[in-house]
């Protein structure tokens, strides 16, 4: 018969159903955004585009730089740093595991960069297929990364539990 005193900390259980939730929604958010690109490469030849709907084209073309092509050409210095950041990520995510809800950002950023890293291992570029017509072309792992670190800020701004301050202090 065991007693509640040899179960683990409520703090340590929560902190490892935090870090199970991160891995998963990293590695279905990964898996998503690759799922994504090989319907478009199977489904498109380089370079061509169909229209979706007004001002919305599918496109398969490669991006060797980050967001805009920034660093274009640059493959190493763009590995290194999308590594960098996730290791720096996954470290504050590490000494902050217990914080509500901060697993869900942190798994859609680290799936997204993970799945750029595996196109710029595979294919020396990442595949970007959703094509604004005002905007540069992108892909789901982008715009999981975008919206993760917003929802990183979100999260993050909203575990400090600030006080609501009165008019008259």
Known sequence: MSSHADSPP?????RLRAWRLAIVTA???????????QLVVHSLAPGERTSVFFGIDLTNMRNSGVAFGILSGDGT???????????GLI?????RASVPMLWLPVGVVVGGALGNLLDRA??????DFIDPHIWPAF?????????GVLGLLYVIEGSGKHPVRSGSD
């Open 10 to 14: 409520r703090a340590a259980v929560e």
């Open 27 to 37: 590695a279905l958010y990964m898996a998503l955004d690759q799922i994504t690109k």
């Open 77 to 87: 210095a763009v590995t290194v740093l999308t590594i960098v950041a996730v290791v």
């Open 91 to 95: 470290a504050y995510f590490t000494a």
């Open 122 to 127: 595979r294919l020396g570029a990442v595949v």
């Open 139 to 147: 892909n789901l792992a982008d715009t999981g990364i975008v919206i």
